[in-house]
Structure formats: structure tokens, C-alpha cells
């Protein structure tokens, strides 16, 4: 585990971790709970292998407290969404989205076991789809299907 704290710049932790990623062999990132933005150069370096999981149907109701959003909204239609990672968040292409309702008495707890349920079905689906050359990062946010 290498940890945030030892480091006093972001930049300096991304090369820390890009560093282990890279001597390890890993050729994907997966992100899930990290909870840290992470750098355009880490990104960068990174583009294309980089994956993100997000508590709702991207684009609609990015950054924090999703289910507290979703709720607010009043909107019947939650879930998640497993992306590429860009420099903007959870703005990279997405790759796939599972849907959930919104019952009438949900709290952020409620659905977000809801969600939860979806988001470990759809993040193994978007990895598999990217380890096996089905999907890839096109340009800009675009995403290449070779199904």
C-alpha cells in the first residue's frame, strides 16, 4: 500500500504509484473507491488503461454524493457507470452503464446498496471488454467498439 500521506504533492505520489504500477506489469488501472483525483500526467501516462467506476448514470450527477443527488433530483433512475479516466472527472467515455430504480422511499444507504449490487456486475463486464481489445479509448472522450 502506498499511501498519500508520505507525500506532500499529488505529483509526487502519481509517480510513486505509476512507478510500482509499471514494475509490477500491470497494463490496467482499475479505480474503485479511490477517492483521490489523480493527475493529468498520471492520466496521460496511463490514457486508454485507466478505469473508473461512478454511483450513477454519467453524465448526469458527477463528483460527490451521488445518491444524495440522485435523490434530490427525484429523478426513477439511478445505477453506474464504469468510464475511461480524463483529466475532467467523471467526464472520460464510458464503457458501461448498469440502471437501477429509485424506489419512493430510498435513502443514500438504500440505493446505494442498490447501486452497489450493479457496480460489481458492470465493472468485470468494462474490464473484460478492455483486456480483451472489444473497447478502446478513441479521441477526445469517444470510445472504439470492436465487438
Excluded at 504509484?17 to 489523480?38: K, P, S, W, Y
Excluded at 427525484?74 to 467526464?91: K, N, Q, Y
Excluded at 464510458?94 to 419512493?104: F, G, N, S
Aim: hydrophobic content about 45%.
Amino acid at each position: 500500500v502506498i499511501s498519500h500521506k508520505q507525500y506532500k504533492k499529488r505529483s509526487e505520489f502519481d509517480a510513486v504509484v505509476h512507478e510500482a504500477l509499471t514494475e509490477a506489469g500491470v497494463e490496467i488501472v482499475c479505480l474503485a473507491g479511490f477517492m483521490r483525483i489523480v493527475g493529468a500526467e498520471f492520466v496521460s501516462m496511463w490514457r486508454g488503461c485507466l478505469l473508473n467506476i461512478h454511483p450513477t448514470l454519467l453524465p448526469s450527477f458527477p463528483g460527490m454524493q451521488p445518491h444524495e443527488q440522485v435523490l434530490a433530483a427525484g429523478v426513477r433512475v439511478s445505477g453506474c457507470t464504469v468510464h475511461f479516466v480524463e483529466e475532467v472527472v467523471d467526464a472520460g467515455g464510458i464503457i458501461v452503464q448498469e440502471a437501477v430504480p429509485v424506489l419512493p422511499n430510498d435513502s443514500p444507504e438504500t440505493l446505494g446498496t442498490r447501486v452497489r449490487q450493479a457496480e460489481h456486475r458492470a465493472y468485470p463486464e468494462a474490464l473484460k471488454l478492455l483486456a480483451t481489445g472489444k473497447v478502446s479509448r478513441g479521441k477526445g472522450t469517444k470510445v472504439v467498439w470492436k465487438l
